[in-house]
Each structure stands twice: as C-alpha cells, then as structure tokens.
C-alpha cells in the first residue's frame, strides 16, 4: 500500500491538508509551502508562535537550488543531506512570500526516511514541516502520542515507531545549522546529530563557528 499512501497523502496536501508523516528524527506534520491557507493551518494546530519560522521539506538535493541562494559547495550539501539535519540558506525569490515572511532566510530539510522523500519528490513544490505535537511539549516518536492533533490533521502516515521511544535523545529532532554566512556556521538548535554535523563542516570544509 506504499504507492497508495503516497497518493492519498498527495491528493490531501493538494486540497490543502495537514498529513502527519514519519521522518528519520520524529513525526511531522507537512502541508504545502507554497499554499499560504495550509501554512496557516499549521501555525493554529500547534498553537506555534507566528514568528517561529518554518522549515521546508525536499526529496532531493538537486531541488534546494529553487528555492535557496546556495553559497556552500554541493558536496557539503550531500554530506549532511539526506539526514537528520536542516540547513538555514537564503531564500529565494520562488518561495512563498506568506511563509516566515518576516525573515530572508529558510530551513531545509532532506529527511533520510523513504516515504516523505518520495511524498515531497511527488509534490510540485516544497512541504512545509514541523514535528507533530503542541508547540513547548515534547516531539513524538509514535502515532498515538499526538493523538490530540488527529482531529485536525487530513492524514496520518504510521510508520511505526521512530527511534527509542524510552530514549530523550531520540526526541530532540534536527540539528539545525545557519550556513548563510560564507566560510561560517551557526549552530541554532544542537538536534540529535551535532557531533558529525560540526566535524564535517570544520574539518572538511574549514567553516568557522560562529558564536551564536
């Protein structure tokens, strides 16, 4: 039923839905990025701070020059991505102007999980995505841990449970990094995989850190 998952969730999003979806990290929620009514949706299902960006989700790396001034070589990018980890860029013009429109700047995430990268390779444009659960509690590892969500949300892809469920570490989703400084990275959230993110952004491309 992996093709007809992938279909229902795309005709959902499509109509302007909300679609719970597994990732390598915790369960997220997606809508599309370039549909400002469903980037709405998703602010008032987790009662998220409207100055609390969001990021955008793509299946492959190629696609993340659309949408972002690029100013780090392609390789860095395929080190880290697919991956638990997302990359701030610049923005570009392509983006929906309604999403985080009170920054220049945009996350981007490729997560390592077959499904989303073959929902968002099926979608014209990028998802929008955000851990499923109420902004300030905990992320989810399980479907049933965001039960007070379901009500809201068009779809619910279970992938079963993500990680150690008894495990902290695994709740602490993405480690999110600023490379829109040339030669430099900022750390903004140290995520679940900051040991390997910073090796290879100091070691094998001699980025500074910037002290955030």
Do not use: M
């Not at 102007?97 to 968002?120: M, Y």
Request: a neutral charge.
């Amino acid at each position: 039923g992996w093709r007809e998952a992938v279909a229902a969730a795309v005709g959902a999003l499509q109509a302007g839905g909300l679609v719970a979806v597994p990732t390598d990290t915790v369960y997220g929620v997606a809508c599309l990025a370039q549909d400002s009514g469903a980037v709405r949706s998703i602010y008032s299902l987790k009662g998220r701070n409207g100055g609390k960006p969001l990021a955008i989700c793509l299946g492959d790396v190629d696609r993340l020059y659309r949408y972002c001034h690029v100013n780090v070589p392609d390789e860095l990018l395929r080190d880290l991505l697919p991956g638990p980890v997302t990359l701030v860029l610049k923005r570009s013009e392509e983006l929906n102007k309604d999403l985080n429109p009170f920054t220049s700047l945009v996350g981007v995430r490729i997560p390592n999980h077959p499904f989303i990268r073959e929902l968002a390779r099926a979608c014209s444009g990028p998802l929008a995505l955000t851990s499923a659960n109420i902004s300030c509690q905990a992320s989810t590892l399980t479907v049933s841990e965001f039960q007070d969500l379901w009500p809201q949300l068009s779809l619910i892809i279970d992938g079963g449970p993500i990680g150690d469920v008894q495990s902290p570490e695994c709740r602490l989703g993405s480690t999110v990094v600023d490379l829109s400084v040339s030669g430099k990275f900022t750390i903004v959230r140290p995520g679940c995989a900051l040991t390997s993110t910073v090796e290879i952004l100091r070691r094998k491309y001699g980025l500074i850190p910037e002290s955030s």
